[in-house]
């Protein structure tokens, strides 16, 4: 008959295994921390919008889903009627001039895809997408910073992500009224946009659109304009 093992023994082998499960552990949670630091570095775009602090809260399913004055105050206005606050990112008059012909040519991006996927004839969702600019408001972020994402390891403008805490976003938007929030270099404007106009277009047209139109206009590209961006990357793909 084999002996059984002696007390000493005993406890040898648990401690032995009591220390490999720590070191398990511990590697399990040593790659689980540098995940979440790449995923922190991954400038992404986010939904998430933040609490109303300025004012009564919009409206939601009556026109116009506009923010009043006192929630939004606007200090620049483009040629199509968007209104904007700055917070003092474009430090020239010729830089206010380019940001604000840029947040146009988002638009008429926008326009022109929403267009092709219009019902024919549909004239009261024309007429809708035709008054959106004067009713969209677009607030340039100013507590961002250049970061770089390990995927692309392009550095590019984005602030702090309300959504996912640690991670960055280079545009968010309002689910209850018509307001973005994008970095100066403009970076992400367009796919928020589309969202906004769809938002506008679903709560206020007499037959909402059957069309998707965030699926098929949710590569609006990107746009250099002309404000010093450096050392972000973001512009190296981007249309003149």
Not at 99 to 119: F, K, Q, T
Not at 222 to 239: G, H, I
Request: hydrophobic letters at 40%; a positive charge.
């Amino acid at each position: 008959m084999r002996a059984a093992p002696a007390d000493g023994v005993r406890r040898g082998a648990a401690r032995g295994r009591f220390r490999a499960a720590i070191r398990r552990a511990s590697a399990a949670a040593l790659a689980l921390a540098i995940s979440n630091a790449l995923v922190a570095c991954e400038p992404a775009q986010s939904t998430g919008y933040p609490p109303n602090e300025t004012g009564a809260p919009a409206e939601v399913g009556t026109r116009p889903l506009q923010l009043s004055p006192t929630e939004f105050a606007t200090d620049l206005v483009t040629p199509a009627g968007i209104r904007v606050k700055t917070n003092g990112q474009y430090k020239t008059e010729a830089a206010r001039k380019a940001a604000a012909l840029a947040i146009d040519r988002y638009w008429n991006e926008v326009r022109s895809c929403a267009a092709g996927v219009e019902r024919p004839g549909d004239t009261d969702v024309h007429d809708l997408t035709d008054e959106f600019p004067r009713y969209l408001a677009v607030e340039i972020a100013n507590n961002w910073k250049v970061v770089e994402g390990p995927a692309t390891h392009h550095r590019m403008q984005a602030f702090p992500s309300l959504e996912r805490r640690g991670s960055w976003s280079t545009a968010r938007r309002r689910e209850d009224a018509l307001y973005i929030v994008v970095v100066p270099e403009l970076n992400g404007l367009g796919p928020q946009m589309v969202n906004e106009l769809n938002l506008w277009l679903m709560k206020n047209a007499n037959v909402p659109p059957t069309a998707d139109l965030v699926a098929a206009c949710a590569s609006v590209a990107c746009l250099r304009f002309n404000y010093n961006n450096a050392p972000s990357q973001t512009w190296n793909e981007c249309k003149q």
